[in-house]
């Protein structure tokens, strides 16, 4: 990793994979600029298409993003530019202009009430029947992560993870919220929880197995598929953590009716925010 081309650009240390000529990464500094991307850490900017080796730079403290340079020029998006900017804010990953839907989250059947709502919102905006079943899928997915493995005990015991097919609904305090929007031919999809549990390792696991058959982990009580499926659906995901806090994440979904989507190139940013002790 510390042979790749890198250059600094205001702390940030952005950094070109194998699949990118060097001047790939001052191509991509006024666009980056432009997003009012900003922060320490590591970008990575890279084809897009996800490999077992880029698990190793989610595994870096912190971890750094990996931002596909998806355009026809060679250069990232200004959409996803945007919302790598917003990592660093408070607030919504979504849209600033976008419509946003809320949909409560406190019972397991409003899991399959928002990823049907979602869905519909895909057929309202002549989305795919493909891109609709894959957004209910994200939805149960992410929906599901939110609701019930996140949260825990005073003792950062899971309170629900571990008996899911029990449980038809969490306590108020626990309860989320599932928001999306369709902007430009997407569907973003965003949930949070108040927890901040959630870390880079299982997304790294996840890209480990990239390309092989997916091996079942129920360490965190469910079969260890989810964020595979995730990442597979999705064109971009995001992750903003606040450690014992809050977990951000959002998905975004491409509307048109290409079936293959895990090949397709792919963007994955986790930002971690750790709390100081009177922070």
Known sequence: MSTAPHLEAGGLLLIADASLPAASLEQAVPLLAQGEVGGKGALVLFDGVLKPEHAQWLRREPPALLLATRERDGGPSMWEVRLLGSLWKQGSLLPDQAEVKRHPLRRVA?????????????????????AAGLVADVVHEIAANALLDAPVDARGEPRYAHRRTEVREVEPEDACELTFAVEDGRM???????????RPGSFARALEGWGKRVKVDASGGGAGLGLRRILEHCDTVAVRVTAGRESRVVCVVDLGDARRRATQPKSLMFCLHEVRAGG
């Open 110 to 130: 409003d899991i399959h009430a928002a990823a049907k709502a979602a869905s519909v919102a895909v057929d309202d905006a002549e989305g795919s029947r493909v």
């Open 188 to 198: 973003w999809l965003e949930v949070a929880d108040r927890f901040g549990g959630l």
